[in-house]
């Protein structure tokens, strides 16, 4: 039986996606915007290689990151906000489709392994990732929306509004970036929600699979 590493290679882009935009905002000035354009791009191919195993959903999948491929490609030659605006609410569709399918892997199916636990953080990584790219779209929708906000290029509010996303999900809560309209305070508040009901019933769940696989192995073990 060949071993499913689908989870391992998209833990590898998730990880790559969030410390190369940060520190290529940082060091390398406008070169910086390349380089979060082609960390997108690589998160979408490890994204849809993650969908091989579900055949019903991997068609749509590959369309989604081959639009959002397309599309920050095409946001390298010409920057402009329509484009990047749209290549975002692909990539947002295109996260929640890996979430939803990973959800179910994780919790309905199988044992409670290694590879789960991987799947497992590959979502919460995800969901800090997708809560960013809606609090960039309501500060380009409704500018001003997020008090504390140093950079006025797209890129740098990736960068900033990144490390906020992540904040909130944890609910670290340091207080320099505040949300200050009504849309992003409801988004705000449900990533801080959401984030603490799912470690919450994740990890219950987890230990739930976990026992029960126990005490199954033991009754197998008990009966021969």
Avoid at 166 to 188: C, H, K, M, N
Avoid at 201 to 207: D, F
């Amino acid at each position: 039986m060949v071993r499913d590493y689908r989870y391992e290679f998209l833990l590898a882009g998730l990880l790559i996606f969030v410390a190369v935009i940060p520190i290529a905002d940082q060091f390398l000035g406008d070169a910086g915007y390349v380089a979060s354009r082609l960390a997108y791009v690589a998160l979408l191919l490890l994204g849809a290689a993650s969908l091989r195993p579900s055949r019903r959903w991997f068609v749509a999948g590959i369309g989604l990151a081959a639009v959002g491929v397309a599309g920050n490609l095409a946001a390298l030659v010409w920057p402009s906000t329509a484009l990047i605006v749209a290549a975002t609410i692909t990539f947002v569709a295109f996260a929640i489709l890996i979430i939803l399918l990973a959800l179910a892997d994780v919790l309905f199916r199988g044992r409670a392994d290694a590879h789960k636990i991987v799947g497992a953080v590959c979502i919460y990584l995800l969901v800090g990732v997708v809560w960013m790219l809606l609090y960039n779209l309501a500060e380009t929708i409704v500018p001003g929306s997020f008090e504390g906000l140093g950079g006025t290029l797209h890129r740098e509010r990736v960068t900033e509004l990144l490390y906020y996303s992540f904040v909130t999900l944890s609910t670290l809560g340091y207080g320099d970036i505040s949300p200050v309209g009504p849309l992003a305070r409801v988004l705000a508040w449900s990533e801080a929600v959401f984030g603490q009901l799912y470690l919450t019933i994740l990890v219950a769940a987890l230990v739930g699979m976990h026992i029960s696989s126990r005490h199954r192995d033991q009754e197998t073990a008990s009966s021969t």
